[in-house]
Every structure is written in structure tokens, then in C-alpha cells.
């Protein structure tokens, strides 16, 4: 039986392990391990996996960790498992843009599926961590956070995610071209956790994306959710990938019927 106070602690101190090591590189030449149309691999990516793993298995040696850089065979049999994305932005990271983070989720076994028990969301270049454990409130650098309270889609500041995938791409373009005109602003940011993170702490009223990873959103799914809002999601064909509505409660249904575009 893990503490989920203690996994915490843990998750918080490999997350800022591994944003020193990006904020000491945000500015420097990066070597890209594999490039195509839609996204990028650093070598960075791996090095904050590997500190992140060897910090978190300093405190606990027997849980495996499913990462965006590889994961443990031991990570789907297992009782309990990290969910890690080292760099989640990696594209802003690799252009120096400073807007990434550090995600790390603590999962554990409920039947057959996993149920996220604690999550630690990093912003290395603002030193903005969000954490939350199940059933507690979210905070942001240690303060309760709490999600908007908007209900007018005209008044919302969404995000879009623009993933990887043509197909999700797609989706998002038609997202994109439905909500435009419908809400105040769309923000497309390119960091899955921290547009969950915004969601919790009423920066966004809410975020959508078509097609995304599990270690890109366990933790920040969480996030959201102990900050009073909903994180709805779907998982779609492909490893690990889902579709997600996160929001403030309160929108998801104006957001739902979206299809149908204002006249
Ligand atoms: C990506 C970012 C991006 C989202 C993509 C993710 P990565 O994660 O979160 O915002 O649109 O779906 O894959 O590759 O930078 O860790």
C-alpha cells in the first residue's frame, strides 16, 4: 500500500530534478533524436525520464514507470505505476519557448483499469508546481486552487490541443473553426498538462483536444478534477490515447454541441 502523501513528496522532487535540468537547457542547442512533420524527440526528453525515474525509484524501488520516453514491462501487471511525460511541450522546449512542464502521475490498480491517486504538474520556467492527491483539494505552489465558475461560452477562454496525428489534427481544425467565433479566445499553447493545469486554476475555462497520451494528461486529469472541475475523457484506438473535454463542470455540454455553429 503506497502513502499518497509520501508519493507526493516524491513526484515533486523528481518533477523539479528534471526542470532544473530543462531550465538549464532552454536556451541551448538541443540534439533531436528523431523529427517528423508534427513532433520532435530530444535527447533531453530521455535524460529527464532517466533522472525522474532513478529520483522516484530512490523512494519507491518496486514501482514501475510508464513514461513518454519508455515504459516498464512491469507497468500494466503492476499494482501501482508512475505515469511520466519528462518534457510535455517538447516542441516549445526544443524551439525555447518556455511553456513545458514536467508531468508525473501515481496510479494504482482499480479492476482492470488504473485510477490516478496523485499527480504533480512542474513549470520549470514560471516555478509553478500543481499537485494533487484523490479526494483532497488541488493547489498551485502549495495554495488551494479552484476552477471558474463561467457558464457563458461567450465569456470562456478555451484551449485546443493540435496534436500529432492527421486525424486529430482534423479534429482539431474543425474544433477550431466551430468555437472561433463562440467564445472570447481560443488559446492553442502546446503543453497538454499545463492547459489542464490553466483549467484547474481558472486561467482556462476549459481544454480540449482530440487526441492525446496518457502521460501527457493523468496527472493534470486530476489536477482538474480536485479543482472542482470535470475531466472528461475517452479512450480511443492506439496506446494509451484518449480524447478530452476538461472544463470547469459547467461548460461541457455548451462545448458538446458545438457542432452547431452560432448563426
Ligand atoms: C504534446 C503536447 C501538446 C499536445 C500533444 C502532446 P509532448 O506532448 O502536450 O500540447 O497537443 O497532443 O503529445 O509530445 O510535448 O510531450
Known sequence: MIRSA???????????????????HLRRPKRVNEANQHDIKLELDVRCQK???????????????????????????????WVVDPIDGTVNFAYGIPHAAV???????????FRTEVGVVYDPFLDECWTAIRGKPARLNGR??????????????????FAKSNESLRASKTDFT????????????????????????GRFDAYIEAGVRLWDIAAGGL??????GEFWHRQLDGLHRYAL???????????????????
Open 144 to 161: 488551494k486552487i479552484h476552477v471558474t465558475t463561467r457558464t457563458r461560452l461567450d465569456e470562456a477562454v478555451i484551449s485546443l490541443g
Open 6 to 24: 509520501k508519493a507526493l513528496v516524491a513526484a515533486e522532487e523528481a518533477a523539479r530534478a528534471a526542470g532544473a535540468l530543462m531550465r538549464a
Open 245 to 263: 473535454v476538461a472544463n470547469n463542470g459547467l461548460l461541457r455540454k455548451k462545448l458538446a454541441s458545438r457542432k452547431k455553429p452560432a448563426s
Open 51 to 81: 533522472l525522474i525515474t532513478r529520483s522516484l525509484a530512490a523512494a519507491f524501488p518496486n514501482v514501475p514507470v510508464l513514461g513518454e520516453e519508455g515504459i516498464d514491462e512491469k507497468a500494466e501487471a503492476a499494482e501501482a505505476r
Open 223 to 228: 489536477i482538474v478534477e480536485c479543482a472542482g
Open 103 to 113: 508531468s508525473i502521475a501515481l496510479q494504482v490498480r482499480d479492476g482492470a483499469k
Open 178 to 201: 466551430d468555437l472561433t467565433h463562440r467564445v472570447r479566445k481560443l488559446r492553442i499553447m502546446g503543453s497538454a498538462a499545463l492547459a489542464l493545469t490553466y483549467v484547474a486554476c
